[in-house]
């Protein structure tokens, strides 16, 4: 994990869409001219994307960019077969929803699939890890929202996952569950160093998370932000970029209307 | 006609005591009326001689034994029924193919009233217990399959994504999410058939029974004992009761996972 922090720190590759052509280590996502259709729509178009091992990534997009799509590829639920597309095997996904299975006990959602010995142990760190070490034997109905996600978040990262995908996970929280979890995850992250994907709606929670800020649009990349300021200290650039990544979105509107119905949005 | 849950109303655990009211009253009257001679002990005979016929029929040990054969029925006929049931739902929702092989075929069995084959089976397995037991086990068979089919067709797409995304394999993601997302219907169809199964008895009982309540039922018809007539009424009924019981405390087991709030979805 240090080796792949050293790496990141010692080569801020300011490479947008493309991959420098000489890459001491292979980004652990690799996606080369990738099209998906499903009948006469194309939901994505000749998309090129690569992740680096350990980055942060905020996908942006309004509803019908291919957002979805791209995450269900990335996780392995649509078949990829006969796409150009290398991701590693060790990768999770935390859904808006938590997901958790209701007739298994909160630890016991955490271990599903794990094999080998300790499972248990290892569920009760990760537990540990998202502080709900107390509520390892409860049943997930009876968990809050903020509890269910971070169960959820549990279950992904006892995998120890090369590539962390989080689909809006913080969407359907209150505002003062989703700081912290927005903290959570930083915290994680900077522990456990797994390349992660969150798509969101949420231009601000993007720019306070991520490395690099993609906007998806019509099954494109239509802009690409890398963010050199460390987080934390990135209320400065914060205007600019926002109005930035809103005219994105906006596609055409001026930068400032899209504000207000994006944040409905999510 | 799919799996309606038709569940009866939770009685809260404090029954007042103005809903016992209207049924003694109706007892009451009812012994009043037996003892006045309105109604004759030819019509019906009064609660407290279906009483004492109870009783006697414990003691004789004619009652036991008689509800020891029709029990046999019942859980002879449900054992075969409801196996059947939940293999056939099994083959049905887990497998495409399975569906088209099976879920025709049993479209097609629950449009036949399973009564009205009664002929048909006398005349195949005769007046034994062999068609008393196969017309249990015919009516109980869709309840159960229906209901389970159903249930696994019904599973939450969203959670099986997200266990195939943690890389379940098919028979984990069976074993961990489809089956036991599938429990409570099994079991609302597992209700249907008790049920069901109750009411077969009393219309199987009916072919030339030599033992059993239907037996007693009969017999009682012969000599208009009407107080034998209503023990083996009040009896049919226990069993029924009976049989939800059985299904309330396999729930309660079962799915011990579910929130107690009333209303929740």
């Not at chain 1, 939901?43 to 996908?59: Q, R, W």
């Not at chain 1, 070490?133 to 049943?139: M, S, T």
């Not at chain 1, 279950?155 to 913080?170: K, S």
Request: charged share 20%.
């Amino acid at each position: 994990m240090d080796v792949r922090r050293g790496f990141l720190l010692a080569t801020p590759s300011p490479a947008v869409l493309a991959i420098p052509a000489v890459t001491p280590m292979p980004p652990v996502v690799r996606l080369r001219n990738f099209t998906r259709r499903f009948g006469d729509t194309t939901v994505i178009e000749e998309l090129d994307l690569d992740i680096a091992a350990g980055e942060f990534i905020a996908l942006l997009g309004r509803s019908g960019s291919g957002k979805t799509t791209l995450l269900r590829t990335l996780a392995g639920l649509d078949d990829a077969r006969g796409h150009d597309i290398t991701v590693p095997n060790s990768r999770a996904v935390v859904f808006q929803d938590a997901r958790l299975l209701p007739w298994k006990k909160v630890w016991r959602n955490v271990a599903l699939g794990l094999k080998g010995a300790g499972i248990r142990e290892r569920a009760e760190r990760a537990l540990a890890e998202v502080e709900l070490d107390h509520r390892q034997d409860a049943w997930p109905l009876t968990l809050s929202g903020g509890e269910a996600q971070r169960t959820a978040l549990a279950r992904a990262l006892v995998r120890e996952p090369q590539l962390l995908l989080l689909d809006e996970p913080f969407a359907a929280l209150d505002a003062l569950t989703r700081y912290r979890m927005h903290d959570l995850v930083l915290a994680l992250w900077r522990k456990h160093r797994p390349a992660v994907l969150l798509v969101t709606h949420d231009v601000d929670e993007a720019i306070a998370l991520a490395d690099r800020i993609l906007v998806l649009d019509g099954g494109r990349i239509i802009a690409s932000e890398r963010i050199e300021v460390a987080r934390g200290e990135r209320a400065g650039i914060a205007q600019r970029l926002r109005d930035t990544l809103l005219g994105h979105l906006g596609a055409g509107r001026p930068a400032r209307d899209g504000v207000v119905p994006l944040r409905a949005q999510a | 006609m799919t799996a309606i849950a038709l569940q009866a109303p939770r009685l809260s655990t404090r029954v007042t005591a103005s809903r016992w009211f209207s049924p003694v009253l109706l007892l009451l009257l009812w012994e009043l009326g037996a003892r006045t001679g309105v109604i004759p002990e030819r019509t019906l005979a009064a609660p407290s001689s279906v009483l004492t016929t109870l009783l006697g029929m414990i003691v004789s040990g004619e009652l036991p034994s008689n509800l020891l054969v029709s029990f046999g029925r019942v859980v002879a006929g449900l054992g075969f029924g409801v196996g059947a049931g939940i293999i056939l739902g099994l083959v049905s929702g887990l497998s495409k193919s399975g569906e088209v092989a099976v879920d025709p075929l049993m479209q097609i069995k629950r449009s036949i009233p399973v009564v009205a084959l009664s002929p048909l089976f006398i005349v195949w397995f005769g007046i034994g217990e062999t068609t008393k037991i196969a017309l249990i086990a015919f009516a109980t068979v869709f309840p159960v399959y229906l209901n389970l089919y159903s249930g696994i067709r019904g599973v939450d797409p969203r959670l099986i994504d997200a266990a195939r995304s943690f890389g379940l394999s098919q028979r984990e993601l069976i074993q961990h999410v489809i089956l036991p997302a599938a429990l409570p219907s099994l079991l609302t169809g597992l209700r249907f058939s008790l049920s069901i199964s109750v009411i077969m008895l009393v219309i199987a009982e009916q072919i030339n029974a030599s033992a059993g309540l239907g037996y007693l039922i009969n017999n009682a018809r012969d000599f208009m004992r009407t107080d034998i007539i209503v023990v083996c009424l009040i009896v049919y009924a226990l069993l029924g009761l009976g049989a939800d019981w059985l299904v309330r405390i396999v729930e309660n087991r079962a799915l011990i996972w579910r929130p107690s709030i009333v209303g929740h979805n």
